[in-house]
């Protein structure tokens, strides 16, 4: 898959409602942290949509069919990313390696190259504890390779969870095919965050050419919605009743024009629906989303659709697109217990942090 544009970091801002503690640069010292006080109160924040690299991957994938795939440098981990968590005042980041160009590796390949991401992120989360958590990028092409991955992560290295792409080379991975990954996730009780990557499964070629990024501005929430779409109406969520999936880009379009997908079923002859309950029931219970919809009408709507306690903080750090603690922290529409939830109380729980 290709990698998405990248942007140069930039720092964010902070306004009314939040106490900054001061910044520091990448100077080899940890920078000072801005601490996020609401109600008087210090409030832990938690961002689910993290990206990292592991560029020694280079070396498994030399000679094969893969060779050539970039690692953007300024996603590797260091110092800086730490600064940059606390200049916004982020607590814990959940680490995910989202590119997914692994579901197109050979099995063996495949599972070394996840192995070594895995243990990247399991020695960093170590070295960091009260900053990382991991999520580990199983090979889902795979599905009974990526259940025996997610397990080893999870019960072996204290990893938290999963990120998986929302397609598998074309194909969405909703059918009973890959039910032995959806039920070790359930079965481990840890979350599995979908991360788009274009909608390539989607749209055809060329068709977000153009100004203005599509691909990455209309796809990547495209891809989101075409995916937790399948999760509920290909009945997957129905098959395992207790799995937590979490929708990047404030679950694209879907908690935005809900009521069409609401009324799928009963209108269209052709449906097919294996669902058994109402979309909307899955997104107050299964389904969460992040919070990167940058406006406070956006926010609002999201959690009149889907409640507090399904949407969660996500930065898309390092890539520069704003920043919404600011905008969750002095939410017009949200009571101080929805605002905590949103901030970090949600992940804490879901992610067993503290």
């Given at each position: 898959?290709?990698?998405?544009?990248?942007?140069?970091?930039?720092?964010?801002?902070?306004?009314?409602?939040?106490?900054?503690?001061?910044?520091?640069?990448?100077?080899?010292?940890?920078?000072?942290?801005?601490?996020?006080?609401?109600?008087?109160?210090?409030?832990?924040?938690?961002?689910?949509?993290?990206?990292?690299?592991?560029?020694?991957?280079?070396?498994?994938?030399?000679?094969?069919?893969?060779?050539?795939?970039?690692?953007?440098?300024?996603?590797?981990?260091?110092?800086?990313?730490?600064?940059?968590?606390?200049?916004?005042?982020?607590?814990?980041?959940?680490?995910?390696?989202?590119?997914?160009?692994?579901?197109?590796?050979?099995?063996?390949?495949?599972?070394?190259?996840?192995?070594?991401?895995?243990?990247?992120?399991?020695?960093?989360?170590?070295?960091?504890?009260?900053?990382?958590?991991?999520?580990?990028?199983?090979?889902?092409?795979?599905?009974?390779?990526?259940?025996?991955?997610?397990?080893?992560?999870?019960?072996?290295?204290?990893?938290?969870?999963?990120?998986?792409?929302?397609?598998?080379?074309?194909?969405?991975?909703?059918?009973?095919?890959?039910?032995?990954?959806?039920?070790?996730?359930?079965?481990?009780?840890?979350?599995?965050?979908?991360?788009?990557?274009?909608?390539?499964?989607?749209?055809?070629?060329?068709?977000?050419?153009?100004?203005?990024?599509?691909?990455?501005?209309?796809?990547?929430?495209?891809?989101?919605?075409?995916?937790?779409?399948?999760?509920?109406?290909?009945?997957?969520?129905?098959?395992?009743?207790?799995?937590?999936?979490?929708?990047?880009?404030?679950?694209?379009?879907?908690?935005?024009?809900?009521?069409?997908?609401?009324?799928?079923?009963?209108?269209?002859?052709?449906?097919?629906?294996?669902?058994?309950?109402?979309?909307?029931?899955?997104?107050?219970?299964?389904?969460?989303?992040?919070?990167?919809?940058?406006?406070?009408?956006?926010?609002?709507?999201?959690?009149?659709?889907?409640?507090?306690?399904?949407?969660?903080?996500?930065?898309?750090?390092?890539?520069?697109?704003?920043?919404?603690?600011?905008?969750?922290?002095?939410?017009?529409?949200?009571?101080?217990a929805e605002k905590v939830a949103i901030a970090g109380g949600?992940?804490?729980?879901?992610?067993?942090?503290?």
């Amino acid at each position: 898959m290709p990698n998405r544009r990248d942007f140069l970091k930039t720092a964010g801002t902070a306004t009314a409602g939040l106490m900054i503690l001061g910044c520091g640069a990448d100077t080899g010292a940890q920078s000072t942290r801005r601490e996020i006080m609401l109600g008087g109160q210090r409030i832990r924040t938690v961002d689910i949509h993290a990206h990292c690299v592991f560029p020694a991957a280079a070396e498994l994938i030399a000679g094969s069919p893969l060779e050539g795939i970039g690692f953007a440098g300024f996603q590797v981990l260091g110092q800086g990313r730490i600064d940059e968590m606390n200049m916004r005042g982020v607590d814990y980041q959940a680490l995910s390696v989202n590119r997914y160009w692994w579901y197109a590796a050979e099995r063996e390949l495949a599972s070394d190259v996840v192995r070594l991401h895995d243990e990247g992120l399991a020695a960093w989360c170590a070295e960091y504890p009260d900053r990382f958590v991991g999520l580990s990028s199983v090979a889902l092409q795979y599905p009974d390779l990526a259940a025996e991955q997610l397990e080893h992560a999870v019960n072996e290295l204290g990893l938290r969870g999963a990120s998986v792409g929302g397609h598998v080379n074309g194909e969405a991975p909703t059918s009973e095919k890959y039910d032995p990954f959806w039920a070790k996730a359930e079965e481990l009780g840890v979350p599995v965050f979908m991360h788009p990557g274009g909608a390539e499964n989607v749209v055809r070629e060329d068709g977000l050419e153009g100004r203005g990024d599509l691909g990455n501005i209309i796809g990547n929430p495209l891809e989101t919605t075409v995916f937790l779409t399948h999760m509920i109406f290909d009945g997957t969520l129905d098959r395992f009743p207790n799995l937590k999936v979490c929708g990047a880009h404030g679950g694209g379009y879907l908690p935005s024009y809900l009521g069409r997908t609401e009324v799928a079923c009963q209108v269209r002859d052709d449906s097919g629906c294996l669902n058994t309950k109402q979309p909307s029931e899955y997104l107050r219970d299964q389904i969460l989303v992040d919070s990167m919809v940058f406006s406070d009408e956006g926010l609002r709507h999201l959690v009149a659709e889907m409640g507090a306690n399904q949407v969660v903080y996500g930065t898309d750090m390092p890539f520069n697109w704003p920043d919404t603690l600011d905008l969750i922290v002095n939410s017009p529409s949200l009571t101080d217990a929805e605002k905590v939830a949103i901030a970090g109380g949600n992940l804490s729980e879901l992610l067993r942090i503290g």
